[in-house]
């Protein structure tokens, strides 16, 4: 049984060094990510011992944490420039907080009732926010890449509805452009389609999809003896934040009978910004899409949505009856929906940020972190040696110094610690990439690293 006293010093430790940790992060202590290799960190953090001995109480804990957190990355750090990942907002880490001890997995109904309820009413305002309204079904997964698998099941039963049984013809097609994220890819190898089912659509040179090239690439495909399964839209694409016409593509696929998937994962939050909903104009056309709370609805991750069009279709997705689970009412488990069996309190962690900030915050939110990226491409492009191939409409900005190594450049900068950048290859050109998800992050933020990187090219002749 739990001590609870003891839970309750324990927890209180727990607060007082995130507090610490969130607070230095915010102010920008550095390092923004740990960097030692795992033999170290293990040392440093006496791993075995904890292993071998157990025993830990409050005060070791607090060592523990404090130094656990110093060795990781942080994500609300203003030089936190990086992957794609929230720079949470407490809400949702309470969220976590309430999971971790109560634990209703909400596989089904009677796991959680509340949990369950507070997920099909969370759906319920992000089919809203997609334009599905009262027709649509959703359903939470652990994050984008297990959201897409599933929005593609739901395709495959559209388009061979006895796959489930009796196996996956061999004549169905995926059609997506080069930039789109590569679970599509992996999803289609996992629904037994294959890889080289993946027909690559025609993109322009930063890889949207080039709408008047559609027929031509449907063409294709029927003429090759295949039926497509789906054709997918970026909203938007992983490495560079562009949108793709989403009205243009989903006529086109309205017009033809064709499923069509919105990859929303990283940029389907806004449609929350009225200033930049028009991103996404069109959305409502789409078949499937998908939405990540772990990007920009500052939840932990992983926690995403896979919407439809259609309820039915996302219940056709998977057939299977399991007599020891599948005995509640549908429309109340959604066990139905999902390849986990137990899953997180995920609806909870997207709730409260709701309840906590309204959607108007978590929009003005997106509409800040766009607009700040949208800042640093203006600088950028004043300075000399700074190349930026597009104007950015997201929070991800790529873009090159000089003609040196950018890889490299990238290293020096991880390395002294008050910047982390990815970087991406565009048209075969590999780029710096930044995406700005810390609230933290501001125009001071955004100059040190614009004076940062010339002088760091310069010392090594990059
Ligand atoms: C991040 C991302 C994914 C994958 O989502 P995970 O939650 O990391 O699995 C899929 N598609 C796009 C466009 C993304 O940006």
Request: aromatic share 8%; glycine share 12%; net charge negative.
């Amino acid at each position: 049984m739990w001590n609870v006293e003891e839970f309750v010093r324990a927890a209180g430790v727990t607060v007082d060094e995130l507090a610490a940790y969130v607070d230095g992060s915010q102010r920008g202590v550095p390092p923004v990510l740990g960097r030692r290799p795992p033999r170290e960190v293990a040392e440093r953090l006496g791993l075995a011992r904890w292993i071998r001995d157990g025993g830990m109480t409050e005060e070791g804990y607090r060592e523990f944490l404090r130094a656990y957190l110093a060795e990781g990355t942080r994500q609300h750090h203003p030089g936190y420039l990086g992957h794609q990942i929230a720079a949470p907002d407490f809400p949702a880490a309470l969220a976590d907080f309430v999971h971790g001890a109560a634990n209703n997995p909400m596989a089904i109904y009677e796991m959680g009732a509340s949990a369950a309820t507070v997920e099909s009413e969370v759906l319920r305002w992000m089919l809203g926010r997609a334009g599905f309204g009262e027709t649509g079904g959703g359903v939470l997964t652990h994050g984008g890449s297990l959201a897409n698998l599933t929005a593609l099941l739901a395709a495959r039963a559209a388009a061979a509805p006895d796959a489930w049984t009796d196996g996956v013809p061999g004549d169905l097609a995926l059609l997506a452009p080069a930039s789109a994220h590569y679970s599509l890819t992996r999803a289609a190898a996992v629904l037994g389609l294959g890889e080289r089912a993946v027909v690559p659509l025609d993109a322009d040179g930063l890889g949207r999809i080039d709408v008047t090239r559609l027929p031509d690439a449907l063409e294709r495909v029927r003429r090759a003896g295949r039926r497509p399964m789906a054709l997918v839209a970026n909203a938007c694409a992983t490495a560079t934040g562009l949108y793709d016409d989403l009205r243009g593509v989903g006529e086109f696929c309205a017009a033809h009978g064709v499923w069509f998937h919105v990859d929303g994962a990283h940029g389907a939050s806004a449609l929350l910004s009225p200033a930049h909903r028009h991103l996404l104009d069109g959305v409502e056309l789409a078949d499937s899409l998908i939405w990540d709370a772990h990007k920009m609805l500052r939840t932990s991750g992983p926690a995403a949505a896979v919407l439809t069009r259609r309820e039915g279709d996302l219940d056709a997705a998977f057939r299977q009856r399991a007599s020891y689970l599948f005995y509640g009412e549908p429309g109340l488990d959604l066990i139905g929906r999902t390849v986990e069996c137990s899953k997180a309190e995920l609806g909870l962690k997207i709730f409260l940020n709701l309840a906590w900030r309204g959607e108007r915050g978590l929009g003005e939110y997106v509409a800040r972190q766009y607009a700040t990226a949208h800042r640093f491409w203006e600088l950028a492009r004043e300075r000399p040696g700074f190349a930026c191939p597009y104007e950015p409409e997201s929070n991800i900005v790529c873009f090159r110094y000089g003609d040196g190594d950018q890889a490299a450049l990238r290293e020096r900068l991880t390395e002294e610690g008050a910047f982390h950048l990815t970087s991406a290859e565009i048209g075969g050109v590999r780029h710096l990439r930044m995406t700005v998800m810390a609230p933290a992050t501001d125009d001071g933020t955004l100059k040190a690293l614009l004076d940062r990187i010339p002088d760091l090219a310069d010392r090594s002749g990059g």
